[in-house]
């Protein structure tokens, strides 16, 4: 029933900018850590960001200074600002969530986006 919604993804030249967003929806009741990860091509999925309900943030050291990872509760949304993008940052980028679902607000799953292509290139 929970959802993960993303957007912002696709083309760009290397030096420009992206923001990508990610909404949960359904029967959610709380949020807690939510994050952006990513693949490249013929690479495993690391960790990009993360942010929690505190917001408290970590960042890949490849992205520190560059992108930016923030929340709004309120929309159960979460965004990464990916600013001065390089080719290395090619890759499907995957929003992800820690959260628990009505009548088992104690229990918390993981649920992943369906993925959004980001592609830095001249």
């Known amino acids: 029933q929970v959802q993960l919604v993303e957007s912002g993804g696709g083309l760009v030249q290397p030096g420009g900018s992206l923001r990508l967003s990610c909404a949960a929806s359904g029967s959610i009741f709380s949020i807690n850590g939510m994050g952006w990860y990513r693949r490249a091509p013929g690479k495993q999925r690391v960790l990009v960001a993360r942010?929690?309900?505190?917001?408290?943030?970590n960042y890949a050291d490849a992205v520190k200074g560059r992108f930016t990872i923030s929340r709004d509760n309120a929309k159960n949304t979460v965004y990464l600002q990916m600013n001065s993008l390089k080719p290395e940052d090619t890759a499907v980028y995957y929003c992800?969530?820690?959260?628990?679902?009505?009548?088992?607000?104690?229990?918390?799953?993981?649920?992943w986006g369906q993925g959004t292509q980001v592609t830095v290139s001249s």
């Open positions: 992800n969530a820690e959260l628990s679902q009505f009548g088992t607000s104690y229990y918390y799953t993981n649920y």
């Open positions: 942010i929690t309900s505190g917001g408290t943030t």
